[in-house]
């Protein structure tokens, strides 16, 4: 299915308790040449911003998984991916173990332009029904945000655990698949540093 959502900043509903989250920041950011993760103001990286969007989206169990936990710890609770290095599916297999009893939204933590009012639509559709629910940018799914049922957590690890490795391959075949079609830079991602240049001059 697919919907059309606004991108707009709701706060002050907390989401049910049974929900968690996290912010992926394992990622090996070599077109970046730095750690994304910290990327921005010490108090206050890139990180950091992603989860203060999750919990403005409602869901307060919000964990940091991989990257620099000496550094990121400063910023929230945060857990070792269990194969470093292995990508975002694998590292959303880390969530699942520990929270496999939860809906997830998990989220790269290179989202500058996040908002909890963008986050919760992906929530919403999975409380409807849907297994996964992603926002489709320019007709592409964005993998790098997506709510997931605690079933399919469950799949998604078992694809893990047979060798996948790609988030459309673990994530794409399952049904249903919300495809949230959203406009503007709310999901976009910053890979390169010209890329976050013109996100921050913007």
Not at 55 to 70: A, H, M, N, Q, Y
């Amino acid at each position: 299915m697919s919907v059309t959502v606004p991108v707009t900043v709701s706060t002050g509903v907390p989401w049910p308790s049974d929900w968690s989250a996290a912010v992926l920041c394992g990622g090996a950011s070599r077109r970046m040449g730095r750690d994304k993760a910290l990327l921005g103001p010490p108090e206050r990286p890139l990180a950091a911003r992603v989860r203060a969007a999750i919990i403005e989206c409602g869901i307060v169990d919000v964990l940091l998984v991989g990257g620099d936990g000496d550094r990121l710890q400063r910023h929230g609770p945060w857990v070792p991916d269990d194969e470093p290095g292995a990508g975002p599916l694998s590292a959303l297999a880390t969530v699942q173990r520990l929270r496999s009893a939860r809906p997830l939204l998990v989220c790269a933590c290179d989202l500058p332009g996040l908002t909890g009012g963008a986050c919760r639509p992906l929530v919403q559709a999975v409380e409807d029904g849907a297994a996964v629910s992603v926002p489709v940018l320019d007709g592409r799914p964005a993998w790098s945000c997506v709510a997931l049922s605690a079933a399919a957590g469950r799949s998604v690890a078992a694809a893990v655990a047979a060798g996948e490795r790609s988030m459309h391959g673990g994530l794409g075949g399952l049904h249903p698949v919300a495809r949230l079609e959203v406009s503007g830079s709310v999901f976009a991602d910053v890979d390169d540093p010209a890329a976050l240049a013109e996100f921050t001059d913007g």
